[in-house]
T-cell receptor
Framework: AQKVTQAQTEISVVEKEDVTLDCVYE???????LFWYKQPPSGELVFLIR??????QNEISGRYSWNFQKSTSSFNFTITASQVVDSAVYFC?????????????FGKGITLSVRP | DAGVIQSPRHEVTEMGQEVTLRCKPI?????LFWYRQTMMRGLELLIY????????DSGMPEDRFSAKMPNASFSTLKIQPSEPRDSAVYFC????????????FGPGTRLTVL
């Protein structure tokens, strides 16, 4: 069975600080996909990134960066120079690439508060 | 392009009443997922469809819950009879299953059962 662990439950930082959100996953499959979603106070779930298990290149998108390490089964998310608008709950999720079976298993989420 | 559309956005009902939640997936997507989010249990997959066919409904809590997808552009999740413990935010998401792809979520329906 697949599992996603987000050990941090709440993080509070001051604006402009860098912050890293941790994600550890478990799966028996060799082919799988990892995701990060953002849930701002308004409640919707916003897709941020997808990474497949064969691509361990780190990715940077503006102030966001992701570090995927298969050796430690981790897919961590870093926000550089955080802003108040980054305050949200962040979910890491795992999908096993099994034909049409693409259901997501979510972690419990990390509540990030960025103070001015 | 329009995203996933859910209605209603908020629903308040009394215990025992029937509740129907509606979802319109993104045009062209062939997978549809219903999730429930609560503080205690987080995000849980209830059921998902591929090409309008239910593939896995193991997450449906009990017989009071049912879901249908009569065509590629519409799905319903029905709770009958509703109970206070059903209070949650229900999300619908759609994606392309031919190649496991990103799921795009609707805004959710906040259900309160009194």
């Amino acid at each position: 069975a697949q599992k996603v662990t987000q050990a941090q439950t709440e993080i509070s930082v001051v604006e402009k600080e860098d912050v890293t959100l941790d994600c550890v996953y478990e799966t028996r499959d060799t082919t799988y996909y990892l995701f990060w979603y953002k849930q701002p106070p308004s409640g919707e779930l916003v897709f941020l990134i997808r990474r497949n298990s064969f691509d361990e290149q780190n990715e940077i998108s503006g102030r966001y960066s992701w570090n995927f390490q298969k050796s430690t089964s981790s897919f961590n998310f870093t926000i550089t120079a955080s802003q108040v608008v980054d305050s949200a709950v962040y979910f890491c999720a795992l999908s096993e690439a099994n034909g049409a079976n693409s259901k997501l298993t979510f972690g419990k989420g990390i509540t990030l508060s960025v103070r001015p | 392009d329009a995203g996933v559309i859910q209605s209603p956005r908020h629903e308040v009902t009394e215990m025992g009443q029937e509740v129907t939640l509606r979802c319109k997936p993104i045009s062209g997507h062939n997978s549809l997922f219903w999730y429930r989010q609560t503080m205690m249990r987080g995000l849980e997959l209830l059921i998902y469809f591929n090409n309008n066919v239910p593939i896995d409904d193991s997450g449906m809590p009990e017989d009071r819950f049912s879901a249908k997808m009569p065509n590629a552009s519409f799905s319903t999740l029905k709770i009958q009879p509703s109970e206070p413990r059903d209070s949650a935010v229900y999300f619908c998401a759609s994606g392309l299953s031919d190649y496991p792809d990103t799921q795009y979520f609707g805004p959710g329906t906040r259900l309160t059962v009194l």
